[in-house]
C-alpha cells in the first residue's frame, strides 16, 4: 500500500504562481511514475503533468511553458511548480502515483484546492 499526501493550494491571483507538493510514502516501487491531475466542476478529471522515476516527463499543452514539474527520489516526492496562472487552471488538483510490481499499481491523493481568481 502507498500512501499519498498533496499539500500547497490556495487561492491565487491571475498571472501568480503557487507550487504543489506530494509525497508518496509505504511500500514504493523502483519504477513509477509521479502525476498531477485536475478535476474543474462539470468536467473529467486530466492530466497535467507527469514525471517517471527516471526523470522524463510529460506534460498537457495548456501547461507547457508555465507548469514545471520535478521529483526529489530520496524523499519520494513530486512537486509542481506553477506559474502565469490563469482562471482557467482553477481545479482541484490530486497526486497520482503508479507503481510498476508485474503490473501498475495506482493510488491517488485526497486532493488539493487551486483557486485562480481576482
Known amino acids: 500500500q502507498v500512501h499519498v499526501v498533496e499539500s500547497g493550494g490556495g487561492l491565487v491571483q491571475p498571472g501568480g504562481s503557487l507550487r504543489l507538493s506530494c509525497a508518496a510514502s509505504?511500500?514504493?516501487?523502483?519504477?513509477?511514475?509521479m502525476g498531477w491531475y485536475r478535476q474543474a466542476p462539470g468536467k473529467q478529471r486530466e492530466l497535467v503533468a507527469a514525471?517517471?522515476?527516471?526523470?522524463?516527463?510529460n506534460y498537457q499543452d495548456s501547461v507547457k511553458g508555465r507548469f514545471t514539474i520535478d521529483r526529489d527520489n530520496a524523499k519520494n516526492t513530486v512537486y509542481l511548480q506553477m506559474n502565469s496562472l490563469k482562471p482557467e487552471d482553477t481545479a482541484v488538483y490530486y497526486c497520482?502515483?503508479?507503481?510498476?510490481?508485474?503490473?501498475?499499481?495506482?493510488?491517488w491523493g485526497q486532493g488539493t484546492q487551486v483557486t485562480v481568481s481576482s
Open positions: 497520482n502515483y503508479r507503481g510498476y510490481g508485474g503490473r501498475w499499481y495506482a493510488y
Open positions: 509505504g511500500s514504493i516501487f523502483s519504477i513509477n511514475v
Open positions: 514525471i517517471n522515476n527516471g526523470g522524463s516527463t
